[in-house]
């Protein structure tokens, strides 16, 4: 398991899954060479294969889209300037993560 894989496993295991069985998750980390991943998923274990991601530029433009891949996972080219993932799994399931918020 990688640093990136251990943080996200770390993360799962913090949020309390009582009355909470459905909720999102999603961290995003740059990769140091121009690009960033972001791995998906839901608090109850389920994939986050097929969900939409939107990068958008720090006015709400959207930059790119895309769907996670079958191992929850969506990777891009790093935007210039300061931006935003949206990790949108339909209504009450949105998980937005700002640039500053992304580190190697």
């Known amino acids: 398991m990688n640093k990136k894989q251990l943080s996200f496993a770390l993360m799962l295991s913090m949020v309390p899954l009582t009355g909470m069985a ?3 998750l999603c961290s ?3 990769n140091g060479d121009g ?3 972001c791995e998906g998923g839901f608090s109850d274990g389920s994939s986050a294969a097929g969900v939409e991601v939107i990068v958008a530029d720090a006015e709400g433009h959207q930059l790119l ?3 996670m891949s079958e191992d929850s996972e969506f990777e891009f080219n790093k935007p210039q300037g300061d931006y935003k993932v ?3 799994a339909g ?3 949105l998980v ?7 580190t190697e």
Request: charged share 20%; net charge negative; glycine share 12%.
């Open 22 to 24: 459905h909720t999102p």
């Open 28 to 30: 995003c980390y740059d």
């Open 35 to 37: 690009t960033v991943l």
């Open 65 to 67: 889209a895309g769907k």
């Open 86 to 88: 949206q990790f949108n």
């Open 91 to 93: 209504p009450g399931h």
């Open 96 to 102: 937005e993560i700002g640039s500053e918020d992304i």
